[in-house]
């Protein structure tokens, strides 16, 4: 759906573009648009790489192991249906920590595997468990340590301060993350009183 609906205003921008006689500042639009993309994900990916090899050597030091261990209470409250020695939870607590280091490049392969996971142990059903539920307003809300991704986006754009955003994008991932679960909980439980 969300396809269509690309094509529709691709397709009505250029219509109207025609109509009006701008297609010229349309076309310039389009090339300068595909030269600042190609040029940020450039400087995305550097930033992403070092991470992504921070992330590495963490994870063979033990770091991310012990962070694991240090969260895996928390998870194991938030998903009480998901056995300790299932896979779903080690891609779970995976997928938490990239999500904490602003890694979400690297985080969205491992959600997929533990929605997967998760779906496996729900038996296959298509409607979705109250774990996947719970995962996805987790993963969607997560709490992000270090933004990597926009202090790259804003590296790239000669920012005088570009780490400034981490304080506040600290609180406000908190915040998000506290009313997911709060949400999450309140409709849990507001189901299992009616079941």
């Known amino acids: 759906m969300v396809n269509v ?27 300068k648009g595909a030269a600042e993309a190609v040029t940020l994900c450039i400087g995305l990916i550097s930033i992403l790489v070092f991470w992504l ?9 033990g770091l991310l192991k012990k962070l694991s261990l240090l969260f895996k209470p928390i998870v194991k409250r938030l998903f009480p249906e998901v ?3 299932h896979p779903a939870m080690g891609y779970i607590l995976s997928n938490m920590m990239a999500n904490m280091f602003g ?15 998760l779906k496996n142990l729900n038996g296959g059903k298509k409607e979705a468990s109250r774990s996947m539920i ?11 340590l ?11 754009y000669n920012s005088a301060s570009p780490t400034d955003i981490v304080g506040p994008t600290l609180i406000a991932s908190i ?21």
């Open 146 to 156: 270090i933004p990597t991704t926009v202090i790259a986006i804003r590296m790239n």
């Open 5 to 31: 609906i690309w094509v529709l205003m691709t397709v009505i921008g250029i219509i109207f573009a025609m109509v009006n006689g701008t297609m010229a500042e349309v076309n310039e639009a389009i090339f």
């Open 134 to 144: 719970t995962f996805l307003a987790v993963n969607t809300s997560s709490i992000t």
């Open 175 to 195: 915040c998000s993350a506290v009313g997911a679960i709060l949400i999450d909980r309140y409709f849990y439980y507001r189901r299992s009183r009616k079941g």
């Open 53 to 61: 090899g921070m992330m590495k050597i963490a994870e063979d030091a």
């Open 83 to 85: 056995p300790n020695d």
């Open 103 to 117: 890694l979400g490049n690297a985080a969205t392969p491992l959600g997929i595997k533990a929605m997967e996971e």
